[in-house]
């Protein structure tokens, strides 16, 4: 019989997860939120992953829990563990990834450099941070932001006055001066072993990744060496199972402090379908199923990954197909079953090659193809 994983969650990671499930011949199972999403193909089910009793009922039948994002709650999670499922990454180490105050905290207790940062309760404790910081700083919600939503630059405690109010404690962090970011990828299965992919830039635009450029520039044996520890003393010290992302600042003084944590696939590692001998989709399949994990190692000098944002208005990303394959036939084009929306991510290009500049024109171009 083959191996079955369950992936709670039908969007574009889940659906990123098929091919190489196909390819190994693991059984792959879908708990998607709605009828339609992106990993349709493999959506066995459709139902509330809040709700305990759907997500056990789609467990029953499957060899290991994992998932498309970190929101399951503590509650769901703690009751498939009760009810002798394995679930990776686990109840434990996703309250790290769904609380980033939580993480903060641990995170210290690691030892890993990360901006100053604090709890805050009110404008006074705000204020107080403020002015020991040159004035402004980063104020963020701790549970459920992503692609910069939940994320405020601020000069002024009254800036953060309406999410005071809610009467939960923020994050505050101290604002950055960082002349890139990069993201640190590395697998690690319950066994304990753990791989490190090669070091990336990603280049955001309004608060979105738009670009990966692996490995990234410039990026010597200190940086190299300093990301990947980083990444692996994290994913231990966490106890993460699967595929952990650490979305990295290196700043002005040439350090590198960490900024965000993902506990699964992540867009920093698209460029891996194209340009690493094993796919962070195949690598996770293989570290929530305790196998062997695959080598990280790029395939090429260079790999740049291009996110399609809102895609065309006029007319569907299909329509665009042709144009794009025709210009450029060297590149690989990922879509995600979405329909365009302005700012939404509905695909990505990759192209991968010996000169970056050449391999970041032909992603950038093919991308573009698919916008008006």
């Given at each position: 019989m083959a191996l079955r994983v369950g992936v709670v969650g039908g969007g574009q990671l889940a659906r990123m997860m098929i091919a190489p499930a196909v390819e190994l011949g693991v059984e792959i199972r879908v708990?998607?939120?709605?009828?339609?999403?992106?990993?349709?193909?493999?959506?066995?089910?459709?139902?509330?992953?809040?709700?305990?009793?759907?997500?056990?009922?789609?467990?029953?039948?499957?060899?290991?829990?994992?998932?498309?994002?970190?929101?399951?709650?503590?509650?769901?999670?703690?009751?498939?563990?009760?009810?002798?499922?394995?679930?990776?990454?686990?109840?434990?180490?996703?309250?790290?990834?769904?609380?980033?105050?939580?993480?903060?905290?641990?995170?210290?207790?690691?030892?890993?450099?990360?901006?100053?940062?604090?709890?805050?309760?009110?404008?006074?404790?705000?204020?107080?941070?403020?002015?020991?910081?040159?004035?402004?700083?980063?104020?963020?919600t701790p549970r459920g932001g992503y692609d910069g939503k939940g994320v405020r630059v601020v000069s002024r405690a009254s800036d953060a006055a309406d999410w005071l109010s809610a009467g939960a404690p923020l994050l505050v962090e101290e604002l950055v001066e960082f002349t890139r970011e990069l993201a640190q990828q590395v697998a690690r299965r319950p066994s304990g072993q753990v791989v490190a992919f090669p070091v990336v830039e990603t280049v955001q635009r309004d608060g979105v990744c738009a670009e990966v450029i692996a490995p990234a520039p410039h990026a010597g044996d200190r940086l190299t060496e300093a990301a990947a520890r980083v990444g692996t003393e994290i994913a231990e010290g966490l106890?993460?199972?699967?595929?952990?992302?650490?979305?990295?600042?290196?700043?002005?003084?040439?350090?590198?402090?960490?900024?965000?944590?993902?506990?699964?696939?992540?867009?920093?590692?698209?460029?891996?379908?194209?340009?690493?001998?094993?796919?962070?989709?195949?690598?996770?399949?293989?570290?929530?199923?305790?196998?062997?994990?695959?080598?990280?190692?790029?395939?090429?000098?260079?790999?740049?990954?291009?996110n399609i944002l809102g895609g065309p208005a006029s007319d569907s990303l299909d329509a665009r197909f042709a144009a794009a394959m025709a210009d450029h036939p060297d590149a690989k084009i990922h879509t995600y079953g979405k329909t365009p929306r302005p700012g939404r991510k509905v695909g990505h290009v990759n192209a991968v090659g010996d000169d970056l500049d050449d391999v970041a024109y032909v992603a950038r171009s093919a991308a573009a193809r698919f916008l008006d």
């Amino acid at each position: 019989m083959a191996l079955r994983v369950g992936v709670v969650g039908g969007g574009q990671l889940a659906r990123m997860m098929i091919a190489p499930a196909v390819e190994l011949g693991v059984e792959i199972r879908v708990l998607a939120e709605a009828e339609g999403m992106s990993a349709s193909l493999a959506a066995t089910s459709v139902g509330d992953y809040r709700d305990a009793d759907t997500v056990l009922a789609f467990a029953r039948d499957v060899d290991v829990v994992t998932f498309d994002h970190e929101h399951v709650p503590q509650p769901v999670l703690h009751a498939l563990v009760d009810a002798g499922v394995a679930v990776r990454p686990g109840p434990d180490a996703l309250h790290y990834a769904q609380d980033k105050l939580a993480m903060r905290a641990r995170l210290d207790e690691l030892g890993m450099p990360q901006p100053d940062w604090a709890s805050v309760s009110d404008e006074d404790s705000l204020q107080a941070f403020l002015d020991d910081h040159g004035g402004r700083a980063v104020v963020k919600t701790p549970r459920g932001g992503y692609d910069g939503k939940g994320v405020r630059v601020v000069s002024r405690a009254s800036d953060a006055a309406d999410w005071l109010s809610a009467g939960a404690p923020l994050l505050v962090e101290e604002l950055v001066e960082f002349t890139r970011e990069l993201a640190q990828q590395v697998a690690r299965r319950p066994s304990g072993q753990v791989v490190a992919f090669p070091v990336v830039e990603t280049v955001q635009r309004d608060g979105v990744c738009a670009e990966v450029i692996a490995p990234a520039p410039h990026a010597g044996d200190r940086l190299t060496e300093a990301a990947a520890r980083v990444g692996t003393e994290i994913a231990e010290g966490l106890g993460v199972t699967g595929m952990l992302a650490v979305e990295l600042f290196e700043t002005t003084d040439e350090r590198i402090l960490v900024n965000e944590l993902a506990m699964r696939p992540h867009n920093s590692g698209h460029w891996t379908q194209d340009g690493a001998a094993t796919s962070q989709f195949e690598q996770h399949l293989r570290a929530v199923l305790d196998l062997p994990l695959g080598d990280p190692a790029s395939r090429a000098a260079w790999s740049v990954m291009v996110n399609i944002l809102g895609g065309p208005a006029s007319d569907s990303l299909d329509a665009r197909f042709a144009a794009a394959m025709a210009d450029h036939p060297d590149a690989k084009i990922h879509t995600y079953g979405k329909t365009p929306r302005p700012g939404r991510k509905v695909g990505h290009v990759n192209a991968v090659g010996d000169d970056l500049d050449d391999v970041a024109y032909v992603a950038r171009s093919a991308a573009a193809r698919f916008l008006d």
